[in-house]
């Protein structure tokens, strides 16, 4: 009989939303009411420690592979130095400005919009002090053609940026801050992520 009702009981528990415990018995009267207490569960906090270790260790490694992407971009870039400017080329054999960055980028797996204007969309703003290796830079060098941005150079550090500048020029490094494009910067992007 004692087990009987003890199922009954068992049977009959219901767990309430405020973290009660309420036992009734076969009439509905409420026989026991308790507030459950919540504990510590210490498997679970070695769990998120692991955890916390696990993706410190994936940051890291990323880390390493965006630091490698970047400096491989730069290198492949200045392969180009001295290159034919081409208005709309977007192949090696001649680039205009924003198919230059595109051509790069796409070699890390990064697809960027054709144009410097579009471009000038992508990615997270950089303030002008704190550059870094592949951030992209945007010009208005041309009023005339009533859009915000006309020209697009990549950073490549020392306050230096790698660029189809022109037909007469071709591909160049120039100085941000001791040429004639200080005066027409706009803002810089950051298209890979650097943490």
């Not at 309420?22 to 009411?33: A, D, E, L, P, S």
């Not at 941005?149 to 160049?172: L, M, P, Q, W």
Request: aromatic share 12%; glycine share 8%; charged share 30%.
């Amino acid at each position: 009989m004692k087990l009987l009702i003890i199922f009954i009981l068992l049977t009959n528990i219901i767990f309430a939303s405020h973290n009660k415990i309420i036992i009734k018995n076969r009439n509905g009267t409420i026989v026991k009411n308790k507030k459950i207490k919540h504990t510590r569960n210490r498997f679970f906090d070695d769990l998120k420690k692991k955890q916390k270790r696990l993706l410190s260790k994936v940051r890291k490694r990323n880390l390493k592979k965006l630091k490698y992407r970047k400096n491989r971009l730069i290198k492949y870039a200045k392969r180009y130095l001295g290159g034919r400017y081409v208005w709309g080329g977007t192949k090696p054999n001649g680039f205009d400005c924003s198919g230059y960055v595109k051509y790069l980028y796409a070699k890390e797996g990064i697809r960027l919009p054709r144009t410097a204007y579009a471009q000038s969309k992508v990615g997270k703003s950089i303030s002008r002090r704190n550059l870094k290796k592949g951030d992209l830079l945007f010009f208005l060098t041309d009023k005339k053609r009533h859009i915000p941005i006309t020209h697009v150079g990549i950073y490549i550090g020392n306050g230096k940026f790698i660029h189809a500048a022109s037909r007469k020029d071709g591909i160049i490094i120039s100085s941000l801050s001791k040429s004639k494009y200080s005066k027409y910067f706009v803002k810089a992007k950051r298209v890979i992520n650097y943490r």
